[in-house]
Each structure stands twice: as structure tokens, then as C-alpha cells.
């Protein structure tokens, strides 16, 4: 009883709060009534229906507040709903009803954006066939706002298999949600026999398969399954994958940059002498010193191919000046990008990395970082990359500040950490007792992450000091930063002062795999500098991308594993890699699986 006069009081709420006048519901007289065909049923306001619901008691009462919240969202008004459906909830008992209830609920609190909210008021809607497809469906939306977009692809697949006549429309959309699927996370789900395995299994074909297998392959699943090839993947029947006859590679053989050029040179060959001896191509390697515009404009009469040059500002005045059928894999990137066919671009940008760590620390949920860079262009470019993605991920600007030389370290970390603060404190407090207090300098408490743009000489001197300014009571900070902060040249004690240190780098430079290749390397160019190394795994890639190229740019979330990380192509034919994380643990580095 008294849950009822809690509900009847409710509504008197929610009546007087929606609207100061509820409209007049007319009477007319039974007796002048004359028989009329049937008409639909008449579809009220949500005043009208609450207007009823307080004249009426029991279900009946109960069905005309479901209405009502029904038709608030009908009516843009997803708070009033709620409203309503807050009392109402708890005194439903039928469960098509309770169904209704939750599901209303559940779909007015993903209109208004409370998408984790929304979920846990779907999980309360039952299975029941009368209203799982819209469950489903819902489900489908809530994944893909919290981005999981397999989980929504598995939503989507089951509700195909419930309407048969929407299959076609679904398909589009459950492939859509694959591509956005990392890799990791399909093959973990490869083996599953679910309504997802056909479009996992789609998935692995065109990410991992190249030249007549992946055309082959493409169709042997069109007959296995019975379904379509997505649009987007017919180009691959008909596209060439071989590699080129002949081709050219320019870099700079001579000069200041002669190292560089040779690492990537010495990677180029490690590709080509570890492929398959039947389908070695031509390779000419021509010094970019030696090139004037009468040769670059020839080169198509040579060459079925161009990769290179290396430096951007030979990009900027070769690229004009090469003829526009010939294809070209440049090993940088242009500062505005462009579509144009035949040109790639591929680069080992840190500001790729910057970016790539803004993604990882805000989806581990971090909120409030705060940036320390040494005073240097490359790092002042990583510091604005991260900022820029960070505040594009509906992130407050992160709280930030550079360091010139080794003796502004401790005073920049203090002032980071607002450490100074409590040492004036601990001071002033001193003074009036005019004795040794004893107390922990306390850093701010609003500091979730540290990001660290520096060289790994200078993050070996800064990680310590950071750790040295972090209170004893207050829980330990995390440390992120990008490659450059991590040398494989470092010894046990540089390793000591960087540990707990997370970075993002390369799987070249992280782990034991192509151990071959690697003692080979080793043997070859014992010598090599972390630059050099990271150089000859471009160089690798490189030359192994070639083929895959076109496909590449033709299938959006197309990737390709190489030494240099997971390669994927943007809308500009821009290669961007996708690098692995690694963290000094015990004086080594460990490379760590991805969420």
C-alpha cells in the first residue's frame, strides 16, 4: 500500500513539474454516441497520459505511467522519462511490462549519453523473443559508443540471425565494426564458433594474405559461406600484388647522411635476399646527391618503381618533378597531406608516437596527465602532437612544462609536481616554531600520469628524480614515454634508474622475434646505433609493404605486421604504425600485451 501512494505521489510530481497546466481531457455523453467503425486506437501526449494514470489505480495506472515515459521520449523529454520510470520500475511485476520498463529506461539514458548507465538497464531487460531484436540492437549502439566494436559486430550478427530480411543491411554494418577490430582481439576469437566466425575468419584473409592467395582465398570464402564480399574487397580480385621488375631506391648514399642511408639500404637487402629467389625484382640504388630534374623526370623510362628519398625537403622538390604514373613509396611524409594515386608515404614521425600514447593513457582512463619535454623542436613537436590528440579526445588541456639543461630537471619536475609549494609550507612552519619539522614534502594529488618527451640520457636523470618527488603517502605516479626515451645501449645501471619507465617503441627493438634475422644483424653491424637500427627495420618493411600497397590503400583497416610495428594506411596513402609497449622491470625490458 504504501508503495502505491509512493508511485500516486510520484506522478503528482512529475504532472505539476512537466507542465504547470495539464491539458483538459474532454467527456462527451454516452447516450449521444452513435455506433462508428473501428478507428486505431487514439496515441495521447504524455500530460494526457498522466492526467489518466492519477484517475486511475492498480495496472491499469501502471500501463498509462508506461505510456507516458513512452511519450516523453517521443517528445525529446528523455528527463521527464526517467522520471517517470524511477518509481514506476520497482512496482512492475509482469515481465513484458518490467521489459518495457527497462528497456525504455535503458534507451532514454543512451539518448542523453550515459552509455554505462544505459547498459546496466539493458542487462535487466529479459531474452524473451518479443523484445530481444530491439535489445540487440541497443546493445549494438551501447558497444559502439564505449568502443567496443566487437562486441557490437556480435550483437549485430545475432540480430541478423533473427531477421533474415535485414541481413544484407546488418552485414554492412557488422563488417564495419571488424575493420575497427584490432588484431589481437580477432585472434583471440578466431577459433570461437559463433555467428562472428565467418566475418573473423574474412577479416584474417584480407589483413594477413597478399598476391594470388589473398584473390584465391576471398572467393574460397564466398563459396564456404554464402555470403557477399563487402564492396571495399572486390578490388582486391582484380588488383596486381606481384612485385615490381625494376626497381629504383633513392637515398642519400653520400654526404652527412650516408649512415642513415646505408641502414635503410642494409634492411631494403635483408628484405630482398630473405624473400623468395624466384620473384627478386631489379634494385638500383642511386645516390639522391646525384639527382637533377632531367633525371627525375625520366626515371619512368628505367623504373616500374620509385622508393624514397629520405628527407623531407628532397620530397617536397622531387615529388613534382617525377612523372604521375610512376609509383613512388616515400620514406617520409609531406607537412600537408594530399590523396593522389600511386604516391605512398611512409615515415617514422615521433609526433605518430605522441599521439599514439595520448590514445593508450586515455583509454586506460587516465585524466589528468601532466607533459615534461626537454627544451629541443623534436620534443616540442611530440608535446603539441600529444596535446592536440589528447583535447580531441574531449580531454582538458594537460598540464605541461619543458627543461633546458640537467640542472632546470629537479626545479621543472618540482614545479610539475607542485612540490615547492609544500617544502614553503614546511618552512614557513619552521620559522614560527623556530625548530626542525619533520615532514614529507607532499606532491599535488590531481596527478594520475606522467608523459615524458626526452632523450633516454635525460629521462635515465629525470625518472629518479621524479620518483624522489612523489610523497611516500601518496601512491605512485605512472611514467609513459615515447622510443626515444629507450636505448638498447644502456647498461644495468642506466636500466636501475629507468625502472616502472613504460615506453612505446618498435617490436624490432623490443622483443626476441626474427631471432635470425636479429643475430644476423648483430653479427653484420655490431656497431649499429638505435637509430641506424630502427632505420634497417624501415628498410625491411619497406621493401616487403611493396606489394601490399594498393591493397592497402583500397581496404581501410588493412594491416600488415612488420619490424617496425602494425601498419595500416590513412585516406592520404599515409603508412601509420601501431607500436607495442614495453616497461624496465628488474633492470630488463619487457614487452607487454595490449589491452
Known amino acids: 500500500m504504501s508503495r502505491m501512494r509512493t508511485l500516486i505521489y510520484a506522478i503528482a510530481v512529475i504532472a505539476l513539474s512537466a507542465c504547470s497546466s495539464a491539458p483538459k481531457v474532454s467527456r462527451t455523453d454516452s447516450t449521444s454516441i452513435r455506433p462508428q467503425p473501428q478507428q486505431a486506437p487514439i496515441i495521447l501526449n504524455a500530460q494526457q ?13 501502471k500501463s498509462l505511467l508506461l505510456n507516458a515515459a513512452q511519450a516523453f521520449r517521443q517528445e525529446q523529454d528523455c528527463t521527464s522519462a526517467l522520471k517517470v520510470l524511477k518509481p514506476l520500475l520497482p512496482a512492475l511485476q509482469e515481465q513484458g511490462l518490467l521489459d518495457q520498463g527497462h528497456f525504455l529506461q535503458a534507451r532514454c539514458l543512451t539518448d542523453l549519453g550515459h552509455w554505462s548507465l544505459a547498459r546496466s538497464s539493458l542487462q535487466q531487460v529479459s531474452q524473451n523473443l518479443h523484445i530481444l531484436p530491439k535489445r540487440l540492437e541497443l546493445a549494438a549502439e551501447l558497444a559502439e559508443h564505449l568502443g ?9 550478427a545475432d540480430l541478423a540471425s533473427l531477421q533474415p ?16 577490430t584490432p588484431d589481437d582481439v580477432l585472434r583471440t576469437s578466431a577459433s570461437r564458433q559463433t555467428a562472428l566466425h565467418p566475418w573473423v575468419q574474412l577479416a584474417g584473409i584480407s589483413r594477413t594474405q597478399s598476391g594470388e592467395s589473398l584473390a584465391t582465398q576471398l572467393m574460397d570464402w564466398q563459396n564456404r559461406y554464402g555470403l557477399e564480399l563487402p564492396e571495399e574487397l572486390h578490388p582486391l580480385l582484380a588488383l596486381s600484388t606481384g612485385l615490381p621488375k625494376r626497381i629504383g631506391i633513392i637515398l642519400p648514399l653520400s654526404g652527412r647522411l650516408a649512415n642513415q642511408g646505408e641502414a635503410l639500404k642494409d634492411g631494403i637487402l635483408a628484405a630482398y635476399f630473405t624473400g623468395a629467389q624466384s620473384a627478386r625484382p631489379e634494385l638500383h640504388f642511386i645516390d639522391s646527391l646525384t639527382l637533377d630534374n632531367q633525371s627525375l623526370a ?9 622508393v624514397g628519398p629520405l628527407l623531407k625537403e628532397n620530397l617536397d622538390a ?7 604514373q610512376l609509383p613512388i613509396l616515400a620514406l617520409n611524409r609531406l607537412d600537408q597531406p594530399s590523396s593522389q594515386q600511386n604516391r605512398y608515404f611512409y615515415s617514422l614521425a615521433p609526433e605518430d608516437e605522441a599521439e599514439q600514447l595520448a590514445s593508450i593513457l586515455a583509454q586506460k582512463g587516465y585524466k589528468t596527465p601532466l607533459v615534461v619535454n626537454a627544451d629541443r623542436p623534436v620534443f616540442e613537436r611530440m608535446t603539441s602532437s600529444f596535446t592536440t590528440k589528447w583535447q580531441a579526445l574531449n580531454q582538458p588541456e594537460p598540464r605541461q612544462v619543458s627543461f633546458t639543461d640537467n640542472k632546470s630537471m629537479r626545479a621543472a619536475m618540482e614545479s610539475l609536481l607542485d612540490v615547492n609549494h609544500s617544502k614553503q609550507r614546511i ?3 619552521e620559522k614560527l616554531v623556530k625548530q626542525e619539522v619533520h615532514a614529507f614534502a607532499r606532491n599535488r594529488r590531481d596527478v594520475d600520469v606522467i608523459v615524458v618527451f626526452a632523450s633516454a640520457a635525460q629521462t635515465e636523470l629525470l625518472n629518479p628524480i621524479i620518483e624522489s618527488s612523489i610523497s611516500p603517502f601518496a601512491q605512485m605516479v605512472p611514467v609513459y614515454a615515447s622510443s626515444r626515451s629507450f636505448s638498447q645501449e644502456l647498461g644495468s645501471n642506466s636500466l636501475r634508474d629507468l625502472r616502472h619507465l613504460t615506453f612505446v617503441d618498435m617490436p624490432w627493438m623490443l622483443s626476441d622475434e626474427n631471432n635470425q634475422l636479429r643475430e644476423l644483424s648483430r653479427q653484420l653491424w655490431p656497431q649499429r646505433n638505435d637509430g641506424q637500427s630502427r632505420l634497417f627495420a624501415m628498410g625491411y618493411d619497406a ?37 607495442p609497449l614495453g616497461r624496465v622491470e628488474q633492470e630488463k625490458v619487457i614487452r607487454l600485451a595490449m589491452d
Do not use: C
Open 49 to 61: 497520459y498522466l492526467q489518466q494514470a492519477r484517475l486511475s489505480v492498480g495496472d491499469k495506472q
Open 148 to 156: 567496443e566494436h566487437y562486441a557490437a559486430a556480435g550483437h549485430l
Open 165 to 180: 530480411d535485414r541481413q544484407q543491411a546488418l552485414n554492412k554494418t557488422i563488417w564495419k565494426f571488424i575493420q575497427q
Open 298 to 306: 625520366t626515371l619512368d623510362l628505367q623504373y616500374d618503381f620509385i
Open 318 to 324: 622531387f615529388l613534382p618533378q617525377l612523372p604521375a
Open 427 to 429: 618552512g614557513t612552519v
Open 543 to 579: 621493401y616487403n609493404l611493396l606489394p601490399n600497397l594498393a591493397q592497402m590503400a583500397s581496404v581501410p583497416h588493412m594491416t600488415r605486421s612488420g619490424l617496425t610495428g602494425s601498419l595500416s594506411m590513412d585516406e592520404f596513402n599515409q603508412l601509420r604504425r601501431s607500436l
